[in-house]
């Protein structure tokens, strides 16, 4: 049991002294444009990558007041175009109809990318094909750096790959870590979080 966590601790502390700074100040700088011509921002993730969509899009709207979206919220009208339009074009579609544009971004949480060869993660390579095609920017956070999305980006974070075995955990895992950063950064934040705006003094709870 102990040697999983050390192990496991020791590899995560490994991929923070390995993350690539310039790849993270080029998702911000994106960001920074976005927000000041007031773009949207649809952030698109399949299996693990949906929830951390979710919940970057609240984060992105209340913390940075971004205009943010993840179609995989709405699963009436996912399962509806997944049953009609098929797998493949469930995100594209579902732009068309946001009439996505060249203000706005896309924002691809995925530990793979996507993989057209292979027929891996398809939402998520067309999706892209479409952003491309009408010219809005398109960033990632991912664990490949040969998969679809990092070579597709306009921008895109490449979580270092530590133990091939556990590329899943550690993606998903810092992909929590980084949007996070991107919300809070001080060029993009523009909203205390709560406990943080009620200047509660956390040293009485034993903390610094």
Same mark, same amino acid.
């Given at each position: 049991?102990?040697?999983?966590?050390?192990?496991?601790?020791?590899?995560?502390?490994?991929?923070? @002294?390995?993350?690539?700074?310039?790849?993270?100040?080029?998702?911000?700088? *994106?960001?920074? =444009?976005?927000?000041? !011509?007031?773009?949207?921002?649809?952030?698109?993730?399949? &299996?693990? &990558?949906? &929830?951390?969509?979710?919940?970057?899009?609240?984060?992105?709207?209340?913390?940075?007041?971004?205009?943010?979206? =993840?179609?995989?919220?709405?699963?009436?009208?996912? @399962?509806? *175009? #997944?049953?009609?339009?098929?797998?493949?074009?469930?995100?594209?579609?579902?732009?068309?109809?946001? *009439?996505?544009? !060249?203000?706005?971004?896309?924002? #691809?949480?995925?530990?793979?990318?996507?993989?057209?060869?292979?027929?891996?993660?398809?939402?998520?390579? !067309?999706?892209?094909?479409?952003?491309?095609?009408?010219?809005?920017?398109?960033? $990632?956070?991912?664990?490949?750096?040969? $998969?679809?999305?990092?070579?597709?980006?306009?921008?895109?974070?490449?979580?270092?790959?530590?133990?091939?075995?556990?590329? @899943?955990?550690?993606?998903?895992?810092?992909?929590?870590?980084?949007?996070?950063?991107?919300?809070?950064?001080?060029?993009?934040?523009?909203?205390?979080?709560?406990?943080?705006?009620? $200047?509660?003094?956390?040293?009485?709870? &034993?903390?610094?």
């Amino acid at each position: 049991m102990e040697k999983y966590i050390a192990q496991y601790l020791n590899e995560a502390q490994a991929i923070l @002294t390995l993350l690539n700074i310039y790849s993270i100040k080029e998702v911000i700088k *994106r960001l920074i =444009a976005l927000k000041q !011509r007031r773009g949207r921002l649809f952030i698109l993730g399949v &299996g693990g &990558g949906a &929830g951390h969509a979710s919940h970057a899009a609240s984060d992105f709207r209340k913390i940075a007041e971004i205009e943010a979206y =993840a179609p995989t919220d709405n699963v009436s009208e996912l @399962t509806a *175009r #997944i049953n009609d339009e098929g797998w493949e074009m469930v995100f594209s579609q579902w732009l068309k109809v946001s *009439r996505l544009n !060249r203000n706005d971004a896309l924002l #691809i949480f995925s530990v793979g990318g996507g993989d057209e060869e292979n027929k891996i993660s398809m939402p998520l390579v !067309r999706a892209i094909d479409y952003a491309k095609e009408i010219g809005a920017t398109v960033m $990632g956070i991912v664990g490949k750096s040969s $998969g679809y999305t990092a070579r597709k980006a306009d921008a895109c974070i490449v979580i270092p790959m530590i133990n091939f075995w556990m590329v @899943t955990v550690h993606t998903e895992s810092f992909q929590a870590l980084l949007w996070h950063l991107l919300v809070s950064h001080p060029l993009l934040k523009s909203n205390e979080t709560k406990w943080e705006s009620l $200047g509660i003094d956390h040293k009485k709870d &034993g903390k610094n």
